[in-house]
């Protein structure tokens, strides 16, 4: 599988961003999707995860209400909309397949795409 996330960048606190996320290799709507993060010095964390349909999403409680994960499964293409950013959500964003039977992302990973959030 291939996952290739974009969109990330350096903003100011209270901005907004879009990530997009290109999968290839696998049939993509049949697999919940998950966005996951990692900030320097720390563990990478799960922020949110949607069905294969789109029609449950969870969100870590970090980011409820400030972030939006959709996905659009004609394009092959996950997205997470990130409002009211905060220099806490700093990170690399990546996304990843997620099992929520065993509630671990797949073996994959792309490369990430590094979001700044600093005044």
């Known amino acids: 599988v291939q996952l290739q996330a974009s969109g990330g960048g350096s903003v100011q606190p209270g901005d907004s961003l879009r990530l997009s996320c290109k999968v290839s290799?696998?049939?993509?709507?049949?697999?919940?999707m998950g966005w996951y993060r990692q900030a320097p010095g720390k563990e990478r964390e799960l922020v949110a995860t949607i069905t294969t349909d789109g029609g449950v999403t969870n969100y870590a409680p970090s980011v409820k209400g400030r972030f939006t994960i959709s996905r659009d499964n004609g394009k092959n293409t996950a997205y997470l909309q990130m409002d009211s950013l905060k220099s806490e959500d700093t990170a690399v964003y990546y996304c990843?397949?997620?099992?929520?039977?065993?509630?671990?992302?797949?073996?994959?990973w792309g490369p990430g795409t590094q979001v700044t959030v600093s005044s």
């Open positions: 990843n397949l997620y099992n929520p039977y065993q509630s671990k992302p797949g073996d994959d």
């Open positions: 290799g696998i049939i993509f709507s049949i697999y919940t």
